[in-house]
């Protein structure tokens, strides 16, 4: 197991370094970036305007260059050894590049002499392997992008905790009765429901409860005005508000706070449970055609006992993958329920710095949910050998 | 064994992607570039070989002939009730001031004689025939490149069938807008034959940069200039530079003229419309002042809520990157800066400008202002006709005192005209309850015009060639270089800087250095305000709470506001018709569909109200004259 556990290591440090590699290449050669729209302000910009421009974003310095700024935050300058520059007429990257009457090329590089003047420290990263995740270039420009990740991390936890724990609740009894109960008129009825609940995009499920339990749940309410609605979006209100005639709520009281994570948990519930249930049910069905299964029957054992204790047991087994695959979603929020509801979470956070080319906010989101990723995979391959004494790594 | 296969396998991409992204050569600090490159010896520059059909002025006059403008309005804008009202002739909208139309010279939809100009440019369409053809058998095939917004593909789809029913067929590409937008492709590298996007109309109308000759983007001159048509009308070229040297208005005006009359001749570019823009609010919420050149927010010391509320709620789709004018050109920041009003001493209504801080305008007129004779000599840094700051040499062209552009022959002096021009303040106080000095004028100067700022243009800086600080009034004189006739000569350049505020590491403001200011939560997210409303918390992701600047000399109606980000505009619709929001601005609302959604329920319930009306933005196609 010890050198299972040392071989899946170094695995997952070779994982992240090639996703981390290979996501700086794909946002270096995507088209657009931060200078997108520059040339749209009807104003005289000239080459070097750009060039300066440019190298705000270090957009002069080759990739690799940035990547490895990025990732361990060097080269900073000349490596200096007995007093003596080495390399400092290594070109970095090019600040301006030469027309072709000029030749083509480049007309002015970035030497390695020149980077604490150029790119200085202070707006730079320390690496992002020492913490430092940078400053974001567009959504918070030079604000640090860990202070971004940090003001949104709650909000996302507190939704994807809420939801996971109730479409759990919901979805383990739900799959288990309906298998218990195959081509029952209730298997039949939740098979459907279930289909439709993980065939339609979150973002239906979104605009339809709004539209109903604040759009028309409003026009209702000008006629009874006992009849409630419930808050759109945003996390918390930011003045009082009425509900109903009958209840004024505070902002930020804790039922404003519920009142707003209803729509937007019930969402992400409805595609959990639809998803996971029906996962169940197929996984159940499978365990109770075993031949233990039978045995235990035969043996006279109770239904709730052959159920719950010999065949739940074994039916879970492949539902820890996925439930330990939520981990990273912890993180990483799910973009389109937040930017539907307006709730200030990671996901947001990052469809926005894509949106925008805030490529220090995307790659630090992406490097982080990979490493939760790999060590969530990980630590579902040791809970299968925990919960089923047959595995063997 | 399959870890070190997966290993080497890595390592070999990561080597093969280092080598293929380091292609440059290396070469010792100063080497000059090596001379006449490929790209050079190899024949014709790119975008210098006139386009086969779109070179000719008859298809371009018939291109514009068969687009039904007020059709593609109508697809677009569905709830607009007289589309004509956005109908553009120009590149000015009607209501601008230097507006003197109609230019009856652009064409507008008439297919017969769109039909009959091609036919006499000899592009025939034969009968049953879906595309014309010319005497050699040749398609009349034209590509049409735009961004992938649905708003664009929606006016385009009828664009496309106009001009397919006059025999044209498009190719359309929706491109994504970072490509179509991005610095190094699409429109940057002209790379369309008919392209569509939008400009955004400003007070001073601008242009140089759009139709002057200099300013056609070139692998030769670094693609630089935004005439991406490459459109070189030397009547029109020499009026827009004109237009932007000239300090009195009415001679602007006839300078802007002639350039929109060539404009309308040459049909180099298609004006489709004027954009419509659509602003919410709650019945509840008095005090709007819609305007298509100023921010909404700049009034809303004056906005009031009629249930006695103390608190507005603003709707924004987009949370300000900083509140720090020098880095961010977002409208959601700008509209907070308004409020707070830490960014321009005047304003731009209807068009036009008034003034905010400033005493008054500085016209000449106002005697604030002077135009002085000045002999430029060899050496001396002046403007040239292209609007840089340069030696005066020889060979250098600038304009003389009367305007006309000259050679300087690197001996005999110059008369130029220098601008001198004092902007004079009226009192006022920081939200900390510091009076506001010269010093925090004088800062803004310092830091503004540092290159390590982050700012995006110096050109205000640039032209200046001194400013004396008054020591005892709240004033400060600019002495532009010779040669500059900035047409917003009478506008401050200068908005102050809280010069005495103590940043967190114990430091004063006016200590720190230039490149640090974008770093600091004391300038961009908590800055000072002088303006009515300051800014008490920012919620990252969720509001930027604002409330009254007990210090401000005027009168505040309202004392509290909050900006709430809302992400998406059905949401923001939904917010503002449940009453959690006060006010959507047209960055937020935009001209969607969920306008027609505020227009419904502003019409049952009345709880909304809204303005619909042109913007200073318009759609138009560039027609690229040259091809690659």
Known sequence: ?393 | MKTKKFLVLALLTILALVVSACAAPAAAPGAAPAAGGEAASSGAEEFTTPHPILSDVKVRQALAYCIDREALIASVYPYVEDGAELLMDSFLPKTHWAYVGPYTDLPMYDPDAGKALLDEAGWTQADGAPVRTNAAGDSLVLKFTTTSAQFRQTWSAVMIQNLADCGVQIIPTYAPASWWFGDTTGLARRDFELGAFAWVGQTEPAGRSLYACDQIPLPSNNWEGQNYMGWCNETASKAIVQATNTLLREDRVAAYDTVQQEFAKDVVSIPVFQRAEAEAWSSNLTGILPDATEYATTNLAEWALADGGDTIVIGMTQEPDSLWATISSMAASALVRMAIDNERTWTQYDYDFQVRLQTELSTLESGLAANNDVEANAGDTVYNTAGEPVALEEGVLVFDKDNNEVTFDGATAVPMKQLVVTYKMNPFTWSDGTPGTIADFELARTIDCDPDSGATTFTTCESIQDVAWSADALEYTVTYLPGVQTPTYFLAPFAPYPSQRVISDGRVLVDVPAAEWATLPEVTEMPLSWGPYMVKEWNKGQSIVLEANPYYEGDVTTPNVIFVFVADTNQAVAQLLNGDVDYLDDSTLGAGAEVQTVIDAANSTGNVQYEISGSATWEHIDINLFTK
């Open chain 1, 1 to 393: 197991m010890t050198a299972y556990l040392i071989r899946r290591l170094f695995q997952m440090v070779i994982v992240v370094f090639v996703v981390s590699l290979f996501m700086f290449f794909l946002f270096n050669i995507a088209p657009g970036g931060p200078l997108t729209g520059l040339q749209q302000q009807q104003r005289r910009i000239t080459p070097e305007e750009k060039a300066r421009i440019r190298a705000q974003y270090e957009l002069d310095l080759y990739w690799p260059v940035r990547y490895t700024r990025w990732l361990v935050g060097q080269p900073q300058g000349p490596l200096v050894i007995g007093g003596q520059e080495w390399f400092a007429n290594v070109p970095m990257g090019c600040y301006l590049e030469a027309t072709p009457e000029e030749g083509g090329g480049c007309a002015d590089y970035v030497y390695l002499s020149e980077m604490p003047e150029l790119h200085p420290p202070i707006k730079s990263s320390r690496g992002i392997l020492f913490g430092d995740f940078g400053n974001s270039t567009v959504v918070q420009a030079g604000r640090p992008v860990w202070d971004l990740l940090a003001s949104r991390l709650m909000a996302t936890v507190e939704l994807q905790v809420i939801s996971l724990v109730l479409a759990l609740v919901i979805a383990i009894p739900l799959g288990i009765y309906s298998a218990v109960n195959q081509y029952s008129k209730f298997d039949y009825t939740f098979t459907t429901a279930a289909f439709v609940g993980s065939s339609m995009p979150t973002f239906f499920f979104g605009l339809l409860f709004i539209l109903l339990f604040t759009v028309l749940a409003g026009r209702a309410q000008e006629v009874w005005p006992w009849w409630p609605t419930l808050p759109p979006g945003l996390r918390e209100a930011v003045r009082p508000y009425d509900v109903a005639s009958w209840l004024r709520v505070q902002p930020g009281t804790p039922l404003d706070r519920f009142l707003h994570l209803l729509m937007p948990v019930a969402v992400l519930t409805i595609f959990s449970v639809a998803a996971w249930s029906r996962f169940l049910r197929s996984s159940m069905l499978e365990v109770l055609r075993q031949d233990y299964v039978r045995t235990a029957r035969a043996k006279g054992l109770v239904e709730r006992l052959v159920i719950n204790k010999h065949a739940l047991r074994n039916a879970l087994i492949p539902f820890i993958t996925i439930l330990v695959l939520q981990i990273p979603i912890f993180f990483a929020g799910a973009i389109v329920t937040e930017t539907v509801f307006a709730w200030p979470g990671m996901g947001r956070l990052y469809f926005d710095a894509l949106n925008r080319s805030d490529y220090n906010i995307a790659l630090a989101f992406i490097y982080v949910t990979t490493i939760l990723t790999v060590v969530a995979t990980l630590l579902g391959d040791i809970l299968y050998s925990v919960v089923d004494p047959r595995i063997r790594y």
